[in-house]
């Protein structure tokens, strides 16, 4: 229970160290509101034409009595209707994190050199392009992943009390572990930790993760929240990646307990 109050207290550190820097949160919203609107574009044009395509897809269905042929029709647009929308959950965070990688790079940073006792950050030393096509790479291998929990849930869902139930319930914390990875990933990603690796420190304190991506599933269910939790959410998944890795954490900010060093002593 201990790992579960400082997951979660890593995610209000990060909101609190964006709300203190104006300059970093600023630039870090671009990603997620361009996301927004791609993400917005293709619900509503999937709203728009979702039926259509049903019914292109479903040719064998033109000849069934009324009623059964526009309610079968009705019941697969909704289906794919909350498949994409758990997809757009799912993928949101991993998309951001892409378009937004030199923003979000740069903030978390900013956080380890904040936050560390000798103000220093570890650097990757690798070319933007490497960077992006790791970043790409690692979040289809997360996203396969997530895919497979997402079906198998939905699947559940059809079971009576329990898919109204449990099954909602253990999204979210499902939703919270890939959410955590692939936050955490821009500074483990940093430091040279492979995805494999990744995996196994989440798994190796998995209430500290749900602490931490729980509550943030359930936040991000709201698209326009999860823009503006953005920032503060990498922020707080780089006060994460370090607790996982066992780095010393200093409490304050750069702003109001600066470093000391020889070119400003």
Request: no cysteine; hydrophobic share 55%.
């Amino acid at each position: 229970m201990r790992d579960l109050g400082a997951g979660f207290g890593h995610l209000l550190k990060g909101q609190r160290w964006v709300a203190r820097h104006g300059r970093s949160y600023g630039f870090g919203l671009l990603p997620g509101l361009i996301t927004l609107v791609l993400y917005a574009a293709a619900l509503v044009a999937l709203a728009l034409w979702g039926t259509d395509f049903t019914a292109w897809a479903t040719p064998f269905a033109d000849d069934w009595a009324s009623p059964w042929g526009g309610l079968f029709r009705g019941f697969l647009t909704a289906v794919l209707f909350a498949l994409a929308l758990l997809l757009a959950v799912l993928t949101f965070t991993a998309v951001t994190l892409l378009v937004g990688q030199p923003f979000y790079e740069n903030l978390s940073e900013r956080v380890d050199r904040d936050v560390s006792p000798d103000g220093t950050a570890p650097e990757s030393h690798l070319p933007l392009w490497r960077e992006l096509w790791i970043s790409a790479r690692d979040s289809l291998r997360v996203l396969v992943r997530a895919a497979v929990w997402g079906v198998l849930l939905f699947a559940l869902g059809f079971v009576p009390v329990v898919g109204q139930t449990v099954v909602p319930v253990l999204g979210f914390f499902v939703t919270g572990f890939f959410l955590t990875e692939e936050l955490a990933s821009v500074a483990l990603q940093r430091r040279g930790v492979e995805l494999r690796e990744r995996l196994a420190l989440l798994r190796s304190r998995r209430t500290l993760v749900w602490g931490f991506g729980t509550p943030l599933a359930v936040a991000f269910v709201v698209p326009f929240v999860a823009v503006f939790l953005m920032p503060g959410a990498v922020a707080g998944a780089t006060l994460l990646a370090r607790d996982l890795l066992g780095e010393e954490i200093r409490e304050g900010d750069d702003e109001e307990n600066p470093q000391v060093t020889p070119e400003t002593a």
